[in-house]
DNA sequence: CATATTTTGTGAAATATTTCACTAAACAAT
DNA sequence: ATTGTTTAGTGAAATATTTCACAAAATATG
């Protein structure tokens, strides 16, 4: 199984190369790529080779091509839907958040357990917990984003498992217990400034 | 240099220790942590004696001692001042995280580009982007976080650096350049659901 | 057209990370 | 006390990941 880290940086190198394209750029080199994600040359021409993408030798990569091809790598062929567990901050973030729409996602609906926070008009419907099982069979709903207390993540991850999300998106700061039906990806807002916090001091050790 | 992904580690078992305490749990040994954190009991061991950490053979560890000796580790013993730049929906939702406050961080100032979202009467005031580097330096600020959109992220990190910040949370979707004075940790939202549905895609894959 | 240069693709080497497996300490039981 | 059991600590082994380095292909140049 190829690792994760892997895996991101295929996404960075689409980023990337969306730049390039947008600055006009035709053909690129393994160098300019790792230069712009900030690793190694052969690290991304490792990266290539493990997914049979393949260059020019002196002539380096086509961007158009490249693109579509870690595109297709990294599945974002069709559109997919997701849902929302939890509306508050985050969860109301995430609702207009457009940068999802770009990549093929589409947010259909969320649900709460407060009823203050209901509201069938809006833009994305904010529905009942109750009514989360039928709309993600319904609706097939293969993505689902938990955007809830700590507490009470794990009991929505199992209601999203059951009702068959394949991948969940899980911003509660809390490591999930799932089988291995569904993939979970932790988002761990805490984790990420204890980590920098971490950097930062140890950077400060060095310079000493 | 210690990797990333031990540190990481070490926070997963530092907030599960916790849940373990609010259970009234007081002793603890590696597989019970390895099983909550999803990882070998010698990975726990190895991690903790990499940085010293020791239990009693057979005793296991002192949950309230390995809190301590995690929380000196990751180094959250002085509560730390953040600012946040962009106040669209991301800026906004982090503005009123209450999970920050836990970990030791105020957010004490937001800035934006954008007159119609200036409000200095706030609980989290928000300046125009040119008093940012005056806030930072007055006020000994040594974190920010980015919530701009992906074309302005570089400039602001650059403003950051130079204001003094010691470190960055950076939630635009792109790769950020910065030298080593400064530590930058990425959240790239897109990314995370491009590479969840990657190993959607290829769980799928493996059951055929 | 021949030669020089650049850059890919990739085994092999080097590093890094994780797991194994066993020793010894701590505690329990008899 | 002695014996048995459990569990930490840790080198060594096994894996995984990254970098090196070079042959071969593609292009440029004279």
């Known amino acids: 199984m190829i690792g994760r ?14 730049q390039f394209k947008k600055l006009g750029v035709v053909k690129i080199f393994s ?9 190694t040359a052969s690290q991304v021409r490792k990266d290539f080779s493990i997914f049979g993408i393949s260059g020019n030798k002196r002539g380096g990569y086509q961007v158009e091509v490249l693109i579509e091809q870690l595109k297709d790598i990294l ?9 929302i567990v939890g509306a508050g901050n985050i969860g109301r973030a995430l609702m207009n958040y457009t940068g999802f729409e770009k ?20 833009n994305v419907p904010i529905f009942g917990i109750d ?24 009991q929505v991850l199992d209601l999203m498992e059951h009702a068959g999300v394949k991948g969940v998106l899980n911003f509660a700061p ?16 805490e984790l990420e400034l204890e980590n920098l916090i971490y950097y ?5 050790r060095t310079k000493e």
């Open 131 to 154: 009514k989360l099982n039928s709309f993600i069979s319904n609706n097939k709903i293969t993505i689902g984003i938990i955007a809830v207390p700590a507490v009470a993540a794990q």
């Open 200 to 204: 930062i001091n140890a950077s400060a």
């Open 31 to 39: 160098d300019n790529l790792a230069e712009a994600v900030n690793v």
């Open 103 to 122: 990549e093929g996602i589409t947010i259909v609906a969320a649900f709460d357990i407060d009823p203050h926070k209901f509201n069938e008009q809006a």
């Open 5 to 18: 880290n892997c895996i991101v940086r295929l996404s960075r190198y689409k980023n990337a190369l969306y």
């Open 174 to 189: 809390i490591s999930l217990r799932a089988n291995n039906n569904i993939v979970v990806n932790n988002i761990n807002l």
């Open 75 to 83: 599945g974002k062929n069709e559109v997919q839907k997701a849902v």
